[in-house]
């Protein structure tokens, strides 16, 4: 009984000061919401330890057994430094994957009822995804202190400014995971199901150089599996543009090519700087599709079907180069269908 | 005065179902009751219950919340009610504040700060004080992982107080929770009543905690069979009768028809049965003078009233489909 008007007491009380409702204007109130949500995703991130240490393992794993041995035993077949090539795409795949995530967890929370808490505020929809997408981007900064550290473990040259500049992307691959986060889940109801998918999305466009990263279709001639299958992906997309930002990979120059015509590409970081000596840079293709999305159409280098030679293009020295290719760029050495000189596009 | 839930003619039909879930149903909620709304598994009770809440499109029909009209005004709705889920819907990664401080973000009762101590001075003692109310003083930063399931209930009782709803929906609250629970939780719901004057729309499948109930409302087959206060209803479908026995069963028989009562064969028990509607127990047993081996008051329960009334509805659908 005692307990009882305690109790009666202490909720009067409470009543007394409980505030008159937030008369804010719409705009606040749903700013309000989405900060709650976004820092919701922040705290998660940091209170969970296992998940801090997957997110920094991870990448020096990735970087550091997958990455280092790949520019071990194949780097000298590559026309670009390998290591930087990679970083980038680290970068800007976590980023993307941390939009993702921020939407896929929807999944996971329809399960285990949480969604029902967020779907009866007084709130739109878009606050809930918007709220996820920016604080599980600001979450996914934590798996980049990983990716970073790697920068002075494997000594891997980079500029600072030029991963400043891939940061600078954040906004647009978080909100472009979140994108494909909510299609996503418009047809997966499964957490396992939508694991596997992350899973799945890794491998594009972060390891795998991509061939072209124009949506042509009258270039379908020249697509093979690996290129179809990638060829919807959007991160492919955006891995291609955070390099062209960083410089990465991307060591097309301005020049001529053999025809006559001047073709500007973008500075970029050569092969040399990682390995003296080495054959000069000749990932021109890569840059030229790049180029193209930057700077739009004008800008893309002409390239002849597979299988057909183009006397625009010719080899480095004696030593001919290779398309990079996704299905091909290991196949260094050989005289390939497209060949593309260092000389020439100076 | 005017009801703060109004319901008319609500229809949900699910995509390529044969019948619809909810069917033409309407009824109204009166300010400050406890309102318990009852039916067997799939009857529509949490069909009309996430209609009510806007989680769930109906397919037709009008429905007003708080002075609030579902279609043209959901988020005033939401705005207005509280909701206790089936299953707990707290972020078990979070401190139970944490929760409680993203609730009130999402409601705007209080601008959102990323730390509690930044949090306003108003926010802290309403949580407190209500923590208090529900016991749970001094283990609002304990991380939820180690709350049992009578705990979550209270801290989801708490956060659906923050914003003071002036409708609480209350769906299956003591689903899962352990006798002693149930009745602390009950005794907070029933202060909280008392103090704000919430309307409660509770249910539940325990027909205990629908009996102090201001109206009982069933739900069968996507349509109400009854709308009565709990009296009425168990004066309706059950008699109150007394059970009793002797060694001269005969004799006894004959006594208390001498009495003027009817005696029946109560078939579960193997009894006799008297009923005594209109009269009290003590009435009949003052005048019997054979010797009794068995003497039983038998005042039905809301649950037996409930199951007579399934049972009866049952042999109603079957009659139509034979």
Same mark, same amino acid.
């Given at each position: 009984m005692t307990a009882q008007v305690r109790n009666t007491a202490a909720l009067r009380a409470a009543n007394s000061a409980a505030p008159a409702?937030?008369?804010?204007?719409r705009l606040v109130l749903e700013a309000n919401a989405t900060f709650a949500v976004a820092w919701r995703e922040v705290l998660r991130a940091i209170k969970s330890r296992q998940m801090i240490a997957i997110n920094i393992i991870f990448p020096v794993l990735f970087m550091g057994i997958m990455g280092g041995m790949i520019q071990q035993n194949l780097g000298k077949g590559?026309?670009?430094?390998y290591l930087p090539f990679m970083l980038v795409g680290m970068v800007a795949q976590t980023m993307y994957q941390g939009g993702m995530m921020g939407i896929t967890t929807l999944i996971e929370e329809r399960e285990n009822g949480f969604t029902a808490e967020l779907f009866v505020a007084p709130i739109t929809r878009y606050t809930v995804l918007l709220g996820r997408i920016i604080g599980s981007s600001i979450a996914s900064m934590v798996s980049l202190v990983g990716v970073l550290a790697m920068i002075f473990v494997m000594q891997i040259p980079v500029n600072f400014g030029d991963i400043l500049r891939v940061l600078a992307l954040a906004p647009i691959l978080a909100f472009a995971g979140g994108a494909l986060g909510v299609l996503f889940i418009g047809f997966v109801h499964d957490p396992k199901v939508a694991d596997v998918g992350h899973a799945a999305d890794v491998s594009c466009g972060l390891v795998d150089p991509e061939r072209r990263l124009d949506w042509n +279709?009258?270039?379908?001639?020249? *697509?093979d599996a690996a290129d179809l299958r990638d060829r919807p992906r959007p991160e492919r997309l955006l891995h291609g543009q955070a390099r062209v930002l960083s410089r990465g990979a991307v060591p097309a120059r301005s020049g001529h090519r053999r025809d006559g015509r001047h073709v500007r590409g973008l500075p970029g970081r050569r092969n040399a700087d990682v390995?003296? =000596? =080495? +054959?000069? +840079?000749?990932g021109r293709p890569i840059a030229a599709a790049s180029v193209r999305l930057v !700077? =739009? +159409? *004008?800008m893309a280098w002409r390239r002849p079907p597979i299988g057909r030679s183009d006397p625009a293009y010719g080899s480095v020295g004696s030593r001919p180069c290779r398309l990079?290719?996704?299905?091909?760029?290991? !196949? *260094? =050495?050989g005289s390939g269908p497209l060949h593309s000189s260092a000389s020439s596009s100076k | 005065m005017e009801p703060i839930i109004t319901v008319e003619h609500l229809t949900k039909r699910y995509k390529k @179902?044969? &019948? @619809? @879930? &909810?069917?033409?149903i309407s009824f109204e909620v009166e300010p400050g009751e406890l309102f318990a709304f009852l039916g067997p598994n799939g009857a529509g009770k949490t069909t009309t219950i996430s209609i009510l809440t806007t989680t769930l499109a109906k397919t037709s029909g009008h429905v007003r919340v708080a002075g609030h009209d579902l279609d043209a005004d959901a988020t005033g709705v939401r705005r207005n009610i509280g909701i206790i889920f089936q299953n707990p819907s707290v972020?078990?990664? #979070?401190s139970a504040e944490e929760n409680i401080r993203l609730h009130v973000g999402l409601y705007g009762t209080y601008s959102y700060r990323p730390i509690y101590r930044l949090m306003p001075a108003d926010y802290r003692q309403r949580i407190e004080r209500l923590a208090s109310v529900v016991g749970l003083e001094g283990q #609002?930063? %304990?991380? #939820?992982?180690?709350?049992s399931g009578g705990m979550k209930r209270k801290l989801e009782i708490v956060r659906s107080l923050m914003h003071r709803p002036r409708v609480l929906f209350l769906d299956?609250? %003591? @689903?899962? #929770?352990?006798p002693v629970s149930r009745a602390s939780l009950w005794e907070y719901l029933r202060q909280v009543r008392e103090e704000e004057g919430t309307t409660v729309f509770l249910t539940t499948h325990y027909l205990d905690e629908a009996e102090d109930s201001d109206r009982v409302c069933v739900i069968d087959h996507g349509r109400i069979s009854r709308l009565e206060t709990p009296a009425e209803l168990k004066r309706q479908l059950l008699e109150r009768v007394i059970l009793l026995d002797a060694l001269d069963r005969d004799g006894l028989i004959a006594e208390l028809r001498g009495l003027g009562a009817e005696v029946g064969l109560?078939?579960?028990?193997?009894l006799l049965r008297v009923p005594f509607d209109g009269k009290t127990p003590q009435s009949l047993i003052a005048r019997i003078v054979t010797p009794l081996t068995v003497l039983r008051v038998s005042d039905p329960s809301l649950e037996e009233a409930y199951v007579a009334l399934l049972r009866e509805s049952d042999s109603e659908s079957e009659e139509v489909a034979a």
């Amino acid at each position: 009984m005692t307990a009882q008007v305690r109790n009666t007491a202490a909720l009067r009380a409470a009543n007394s000061a409980a505030p008159a409702e937030l008369r804010a204007p719409r705009l606040v109130l749903e700013a309000n919401a989405t900060f709650a949500v976004a820092w919701r995703e922040v705290l998660r991130a940091i209170k969970s330890r296992q998940m801090i240490a997957i997110n920094i393992i991870f990448p020096v794993l990735f970087m550091g057994i997958m990455g280092g041995m790949i520019q071990q035993n194949l780097g000298k077949g590559l026309p670009y430094a390998y290591l930087p090539f990679m970083l980038v795409g680290m970068v800007a795949q976590t980023m993307y994957q941390g939009g993702m995530m921020g939407i896929t967890t929807l999944i996971e929370e329809r399960e285990n009822g949480f969604t029902a808490e967020l779907f009866v505020a007084p709130i739109t929809r878009y606050t809930v995804l918007l709220g996820r997408i920016i604080g599980s981007s600001i979450a996914s900064m934590v798996s980049l202190v990983g990716v970073l550290a790697m920068i002075f473990v494997m000594q891997i040259p980079v500029n600072f400014g030029d991963i400043l500049r891939v940061l600078a992307l954040a906004p647009i691959l978080a909100f472009a995971g979140g994108a494909l986060g909510v299609l996503f889940i418009g047809f997966v109801h499964d957490p396992k199901v939508a694991d596997v998918g992350h899973a799945a999305d890794v491998s594009c466009g972060l390891v795998d150089p991509e061939r072209r990263l124009d949506w042509n +279709p009258g270039h379908r001639d020249q *697509a093979d599996a690996a290129d179809l299958r990638d060829r919807p992906r959007p991160e492919r997309l955006l891995h291609g543009q955070a390099r062209v930002l960083s410089r990465g990979a991307v060591p097309a120059r301005s020049g001529h090519r053999r025809d006559g015509r001047h073709v500007r590409g973008l500075p970029g970081r050569r092969n040399a700087d990682v390995r003296p =000596g =080495g +054959p000069r +840079p000749v990932g021109r293709p890569i840059a030229a599709a790049s180029v193209r999305l930057v !700077r =739009g +159409p *004008a800008m893309a280098w002409r390239r002849p079907p597979i299988g057909r030679s183009d006397p625009a293009y010719g080899s480095v020295g004696s030593r001919p180069c290779r398309l990079i290719s996704s299905s091909s760029a290991w !196949r *260094a =050495g050989g005289s390939g269908p497209l060949h593309s000189s260092a000389s020439s596009s100076k | 005065m005017e009801p703060i839930i109004t319901v008319e003619h609500l229809t949900k039909r699910y995509k390529k @179902a044969a &019948v @619809a @879930a &909810v069917d033409d149903i309407s009824f109204e909620v009166e300010p400050g009751e406890l309102f318990a709304f009852l039916g067997p598994n799939g009857a529509g009770k949490t069909t009309t219950i996430s209609i009510l809440t806007t989680t769930l499109a109906k397919t037709s029909g009008h429905v007003r919340v708080a002075g609030h009209d579902l279609d043209a005004d959901a988020t005033g709705v939401r705005r207005n009610i509280g909701i206790i889920f089936q299953n707990p819907s707290v972020d078990q990664h #979070l401190s139970a504040e944490e929760n409680i401080r993203l609730h009130v973000g999402l409601y705007g009762t209080y601008s959102y700060r990323p730390i509690y101590r930044l949090m306003p001075a108003d926010y802290r003692q309403r949580i407190e004080r209500l923590a208090s109310v529900v016991g749970l003083e001094g283990q #609002l930063g %304990t991380p #939820l992982k180690s709350y049992s399931g009578g705990m979550k209930r209270k801290l989801e009782i708490v956060r659906s107080l923050m914003h003071r709803p002036r409708v609480l929906f209350l769906d299956e609250p %003591t @689903a899962g #929770l352990d006798p002693v629970s149930r009745a602390s939780l009950w005794e907070y719901l029933r202060q909280v009543r008392e103090e704000e004057g919430t309307t409660v729309f509770l249910t539940t499948h325990y027909l205990d905690e629908a009996e102090d109930s201001d109206r009982v409302c069933v739900i069968d087959h996507g349509r109400i069979s009854r709308l009565e206060t709990p009296a009425e209803l168990k004066r309706q479908l059950l008699e109150r009768v007394i059970l009793l026995d002797a060694l001269d069963r005969d004799g006894l028989i004959a006594e208390l028809r001498g009495l003027g009562a009817e005696v029946g064969l109560d078939e579960s028990s193997g009894l006799l049965r008297v009923p005594f509607d209109g009269k009290t127990p003590q009435s009949l047993i003052a005048r019997i003078v054979t010797p009794l081996t068995v003497l039983r008051v038998s005042d039905p329960s809301l649950e037996e009233a409930y199951v007579a009334l399934l049972r009866e509805s049952d042999s109603e659908s079957e009659e139509v489909a034979a």
